[in-house]
C-alpha cells in the first residue's frame, strides 16, 4: 500500500511559519492542523498570534479555538485529535500541513510517546536548557543522565534519539521509570513525513519577536488577559508567555516598559529551547519564504511517485 503524504511546518517562534504553510496549502491542496498548546482555546488570540479570520478562510484549519480556556489539553490529548484529523483529511485526498511550535508535540504525534502525564512542559523546557550546547542538545550527556536515572531505559534507546532520551530523563524526573512503561505507536509507518523548518537569523528573528509583541501591546494584550482572568482565573495557559507577564503588569508589579521587555526575554529563552530541539532532528529541511516554489514542486514530484 503506498503511503500516505504528510508535511510538517515548523521553526522557531516568529519565523513565518503561518503565511508560508497557508500559502503551500492553496497551492497543493492542503488542511492545517495547528502545532500548539495554547491556540487550542478559545479567547487566547493576541497573545498567541492566533491565525487570524481572514488567513483561517483562506485554508481550513483543525486544532484551533477547539476547547474553553478551563479544559486540559496535553500531548496525549493533541496526538488523539491529530491522528482523526490527519486521517479524515488524506481521505479526503488533501494533505495535512502539521503547522506550529510545539516541536514535542510533534514529534509525540510521529514518533509515539510514553502513556503517562508524568512530565510536564516545564520539565522539558529545563532539561533542554540543561543539555543545550551551540550545535544543540548534548545527546551524550542526555543518555548518559539517563543510564544513571534508568539503565534499563537507556540500554533500550541509541544515544542519538533525544527526543525519546529527553522524554525518559524528563519521566524520571518525575519519580516514574520509563522502562516499566510501553510507549504507544507513532505515526511514521504508512505515512512519509516531509519537515520543513523556517531558516530565518537570529537576529532578525529577535527583531520579529520585539516588534510582535508591540503589536500584541498596540492591539490590547492587556484587555485580553483581564477578560480571560475574569472569567477563568485558573485557566493553566494564563501562565504561557505572554500572558504571565500580562497578568503581572495588571497587579501592578511591574512597569509597562518592563512588561515588554520581560515578554521579548522569554520569547527569546523560547526560540533558544526552539533551535535546540530543531538541530536535533536531521529529518528537518530548511526553507525561507521564497522557496514557495521549489517546495511546492518537491511536494507535486513526492504525489506523482505516491500516485496520490
Known amino acids: 500500500m503506498p503511503k500516505k503524504l504528510c508535511l510538517a511546518i515548523v521553526g522557531p517562534t516568529a519565523s513565518g511559519k503561518t503565511g508560508f504553510a497557508i500559502e503551500l496549502a492553496k497551492r497543493v491542496g492542503g488542511e492545517i492542523v495547528c ?46 485529535r491529530a491522528r482523526k484529523h490527519m486521517e479524515e483529511i488524506s481521505s479526503r485526498g488533501k494533505i495535512p500541513l502539521l503547522v506550529g511550535g510545539s516541536y514535542f508535540y510533534l514529534r509525540a504525534l510521529q514518533q509515539g510517546m510514553y502513556p503517562t502525564g508524568g512530565y510536564d512542559d516545564s520539565t522539558l523546557e529545563s532539561l533542554t536548557d540543561e543539555y543545550s550546547t551551540d550545535a544543540g542538545l548534548d545527546k551524550a550527556k542526555l543518555h548518559e543522565a539517563l543510564s544513571k536515572a534508568d539503565p534499563a531505559a537507556a540500554a533500550a534507546l541509541h544515544p542519538n534519539d533525544s527526543y525519546r532520551v529527553l522524554r525518559a530523563l524528563a519521566l524520571t524526573r518525575q519519580g516514574v521509570k520509563p522502562s516499566e512503561l510501553k510507549p504507544s505507536q507513532g505515526m511514521e509507518d504508512g505515512w512519509l513525513w516531509m519537515k520543513y523548518a523556517m531558516a530565518v537569523s537570529r537576529k532578525r528573528l529577535e527583531t520579529h519577536i520585539a516588534e510582535r509583541t508591540n503589536t500584541m501591546v498596540r492591539s490590547g494584550l492587556a484587555e485580553e488577559v483581564r477578560g480571560l482572568q475574569a472569567k477563568h482565573p485558573k485557566a493553566k495557559a494564563l501562565g504561557s508567555i505572554g500572558y504571565a507577564e500580562t497578568a503581572r503588569f495588571l497587579k501592578k508589579e511591574i512597569s509597562e516598559e518592563t512588561w515588554i521587555t520581560e515578554i521579548n526575554q522569554n520569547t527569546r529563552r523560547l526560540l533558544k529551547r526552539q533551535t535546540t530541539w530543531l538541530r536535533s532532528d536531521e529529518e528537518i529541511r530548511y526553507v525561507d519564504a521564497r522557496d514557495v516554489d521549489r517546495v511546492e514542486l518537491e511536494i507535486r514530484n513526492l504525489q506523482s511517485v505516491l500516485g496520490s
Open 35 to 80: 502545532v500548539d498548546s495554547t491556540t487550542v482555546y478559545k479567547g487566547f488570540d493576541i497573545g498567541t498570534s492566533k491565525p487570524t479570520a481572514q488567513q483561517q478562510q483562506q485554508v481550513p484549519h483543525h486544532l484551533l479555538d477547539i476547547l474553553d480556556p478551563d479544559d486540559a489539553f496535553n500531548a496525549s490529548d493533541f496526538v488523539a
